[in-house]
């Protein structure tokens, strides 16, 4: 009897083991600011189980639906999702909004015997909620069931601007690839898409009014090989998106409450528009859309009044597909040369009294009259401009939010001036520099280097601004430019896992952050990114 007992015993224990659910790990990318777990107790997440919403809120009923395909992606378990009564918010997942969360973006996760508890300031701040226990659930297949320990997760993003950019105008990406990288910022807790689509290598981007720009402008006959080798490869590279398609991945973004910024850089990188209307150069051409990278000298001509109708052409049609309060106005690497020997903007410099001061020359100034005009007009349709750090070097109002890029020194100096600012430096930022030293078999990268660490360790906020100026800091953003980023494969390779360290930057308080477990994190973090079939850069894990 008693051997009898013993094996019924023993097959208890083991049928108990195998039906031990894998479980819940709260630990994410960016890790959030406060875990306090209950002293026992989970809750058992199974295919019994639903998501509810308030009812009538359009935007918590498409979160409830993320969820669902996130637990979904995650565990195979499938749950759905319904609206809100009395009845069925106990034993459930709820998604909520507690107005007496202070950060737009702040929320809560409680797991306790109630069942599971969303809640957000915002639609926008539960989304993000959404994503941290997304990211928290284990991967498993064939289970019935996962469990989530009892918890109480209290949140808030450290910086309200956590972006990521893309260039698709050096290399054009289907549409596809772009809502690829979207879902890779909201997988990380991002809420800006800062999309670069003009270039001296193509314009992306449909334009009504001036139909050359994607007739002639989106199109190369040729691209250099290398770095600015003697060759080319002569292939036809182009494309551009149709307003069309730039509404749908607006929209797509604006599900995941992430906000798109176009970039339209003006003055210069503007050959693409050139090549389609060369009279909107100082010389009026010819012009061709650019095969090699770098600077170039043509840049649109700010003597003619022609340039401004077709800047706020340009913008108007912008300003309608994306709802963004911030357009991007580029404003870097535009040189001189041009406007110095070019009759009609001298004449300009004389005609508005531009004079050469604070270490500025006449045709620096030129650049600063440019710019406070198109911001002028921006103004008027309730828009604001981001420029980069060159604006710094051109006398333009302190309205303008910098871009810093060339390091982060001219960031520091424009929140010091009283000028928005985010941090996008060169050496810690870009994401389109190797990630190693041992560059031999990397795929052709710009140069420089960035490793993981280096992206993690970048603080945003330097240590001589006060309090005032520190709040000027809007935030962080890494850079891939595409002079080299001809494969989707190769833009996730950039990105992955570097976009996971800038998600702690953007997030965490410099106090908050451990590189060392940010690696445990991040290892985790992969599992998703395989998930997708993303490529990931392995120097992390040394190779493997
Ligand atoms: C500088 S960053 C540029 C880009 C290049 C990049 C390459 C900036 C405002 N201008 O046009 O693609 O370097 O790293």
Redesign the pocket.
């Known amino acids: 009897m008693r051997k009898i007992m013993l094996s019924f015993l023993m097959l208890m224990l083991l049928n108990v083991t195998s039906a031990i659910a894998q479980t819940a790990d709260y630990n994410v990318v960016p890790r959030p600011q406060t875990i306090t777990y209950a002293k026992e107790g989970a809750y058992l997440l199974d295919g019994s189980k639903l998501v509810v919403y308030p009812m009538g809120n359009t935007d918590m009923e498409r979160n409830a639906k993320f969820l669902v395909e996130y637990i979904k992606e995650m565990t195979q378990i499938n749950v759905s999702s319904t609206v809100q009564d009395k009845k069925n918010v106990k034993g459930n997942i709820s998604l909520s909004l507690n107005t007496k969360i202070a950060n737009p973006e702040g929320y809560t996760i409680t797991v306790d015997k109630k069942g599971v508890n969303i809640a957000g300031a915002t639609p926008a701040a539960v989304f993000l909620g959404i994503q941290t226990l997304r990211k928290s659930l284990p991967i498993v297949k064939g289970e019935t069931s996962v469990s989530l320990p009892f918890v109480n997760i209290s949140d808030a993003p450290r910086f309200s601007y956590r972006g990521m950019h893309l260039?698709c105008a050096?290399h054009f990406f289907p549409v596809q690839v772009v809502k690829d990288y979207i879902d890779m910022i909201a997988l990380h807790g991002m809420n800006k898409f800062h999309w670069h689509i003009t270039e001296d290598q193509g314009w992306r981007i449909e334009i009504k009014k001036w139909p050359k720009l994607t007739t002639v402008g989106a199109w190369r006959s040729g691209t250099v090989i290398g770095r600015n080798s003697i060759l080319d490869d002569g292939i036809p590279h182009g494309g551009f998106y149709t307003q069309e398609e730039c509404r749908e991945i607006v929209k797509y973004a604006a599900d995941r409450y992430i906000t798109i910024i176009p970039e339209i850089d003006m003055p210069g990188?503007m050959l693409g528009a050139l090549a389609a209307y060369p009279e909107l150069g100082c010389t009026g051409g010819p012009y061709e859309v650019e095969h090699r990278w770098g600077v170039f000298a043509d840049i649109l001509c700010a003597g003619k009044e022609k340039t401004f109708q077709f800047v706020q052409d340009v913008l108007d049609e912008v300003i309608d597909i994306f709802p963004s309060e911030y357009i991007h106005i580029g404003g870097?690497?535009s040189p001189r040369s041009r406007w110095k020997e070019c009759p009609l903007c001298q004449k300009r410099i004389q005609d508005e009294g531009i004079k050469a001061e604070n270490g500025q020359s006449k045709e620096d100034r030129l650049q600063g009259y440019f710019t406070k005009r198109v911001e002028k007009y921006l103004a008027s349709k309730g828009k604001r401009i981001i420029g980069?750090d060159e604006l710094l070097g051109c006398d333009v109002d302190q309205s303008a939010t910098i871009m810093s890029?060339r390091g982060a020194e001219p960031g520091a100096k424009g929140a010091k001036l009283g000028h928005d600012v985010i941090m996008t430096p060169?050496a810690a930022l870009?994401f389109?520099y190797y990630q190693t030293k041992d560059t031999w078999s990397e795929p052709l990268s710009?140069g420089g280097c960035s490793t993981v660490e280096d992206v993690y360790k970048f603080e945003p906020v330097a240590a001589d601004l006060t309090p005032e100026q520190s709040k000027h800091i809007l935030g962080a953003q890494a850079?891939l430019?595409g002079?080299y980023a001809v494969y989707p494969t190769f833009v996730q390779y950039q990105v992955l896992p570097r976009m996971a360290a800038l998600a702690e930057v953007q997030w965490l308080q410099p106090q908050d952050k451990n590189f060392e477990e940010f690696k445990e994190r991040v290892t985790r973090l992969r599992e998703i990114y395989r998930l997708h079939h993303w490529t990931v850069a392995p120097h992390l894990w040394n190779n493997k």
Do not use: G, V
Request: proline share 0%; aromatic share 28%; glycine share 0%.
């Open positions: 260039d050096r990188h870097d690497e980069w890029w060169n870009y389109d710009i850079n430019w002079e």
